[in-house]
Every structure is written in structure tokens, then in C-alpha cells.
């Protein structure tokens, strides 16, 4: 059983949104922290966005703010990421992550999914 799943990657022309959605189906991240990241082809896996587990507290990189939001649903054991205004070089393939290894841009996480691609044309 795979712990994360992504969803809802996909492709839009720029300007456009995207929903991505990361299950944790067993419940097994409850009470940690959940983020997500991205790697674009050629390019090192940049952190794009994190949560605490009472989503009180949300971290992101300067180059999606205003633009995307993460939350999450415990009801769901989901975590989501909403992706606005979206630029050809937001393309990647993004990961979503759960229980983080300090807080802020530079932190880590010790579970992720398999990704899901995410491609903006322009």
C-alpha cells in the first residue's frame, strides 16, 4: 500500500489552475506536518509549499506565493494544493510529502508519493 497518492496533476495553458490533492491513505501521517515539492526536468527537487498538522502555520517558496495555496482536510486525511495563475515554469513533476524534518523553505520530509506531472504551456 502506498502511504502518499497524488492526484489532479495535468496539463493547462498558462494563466490557468490546477487542483493537486495528496491522500494519506491509511491515516498514517496524523498529527505531522505534510508539504509538497517539485522537480523539473534537468533541475534539483526545489520545496514549494508546507502545512502544519493544525494548519495554523504554512511555509512557501517566494517563487509560487500569491499564487498557491496549500490546506488540508483531516476528515479526508488529505492535504491540497491549489495552483493559480499558473507559468510554463511551474512544469514539473510534483511530490507530496508528509512528516517534516524542521519547518520553513529549507525543511525535508521523511515520506513521499510518486508524484503526479504537472505541464503549463504557454
Known amino acids: 500500500q502506498v502511504p502518499l497518492v497524488e492526484s489532479g496533476g495535468g496539463s493547462v495553458q498558462a494563466g490557468g489552475s490546477l487542483r493537486l490533492v495528496c491522500t494519506d491513505s491509511?491515516?498514517?501521517?496524523?498529527?505531522?506536518?505534510m508539504g509538497w515539492f517539485r522537480q523539473a526536468p534537468g533541475k534539483e527537487r526545489e520545496f514549494v509549499a508546507a502545512?502544519?498538522?493544525?494548519?495554523?502555520?504554512?511555509a512557501y517558496a517566494d517563487s509560487v506565493k500569491g499564487r498557491f495555496t496549500i490546506s488540508r482536510d483531516h476528515s479526508k486525511n488529505t492535504a491540497t494544493l491549489q495552483m493559480n495563475s499558473l507559468k510554463p515554469e511551474d512544469t514539473a513533476v510534483y511530490y507530496c510529502?508528509?512528516?517534516?524534518?524542521?519547518?520553513?523553505?529549507?525543511?525535508?520530509?521523511?515520506?513521499w508519493g510518486q508524484g503526479t506531472q504537472v505541464t503549463v504551456s504557454s
Open positions: 510529502a508528509a512528516d517534516g524534518i524542521g519547518w520553513g523553505t529549507s525543511m525535508d520530509f521523511n515520506s
Open positions: 502545512i502544519t498538522w493544525s494548519g495554523g502555520s504554512t
Open positions: 491509511g491515516g498514517t501521517f496524523s498529527g505531522l506536518a
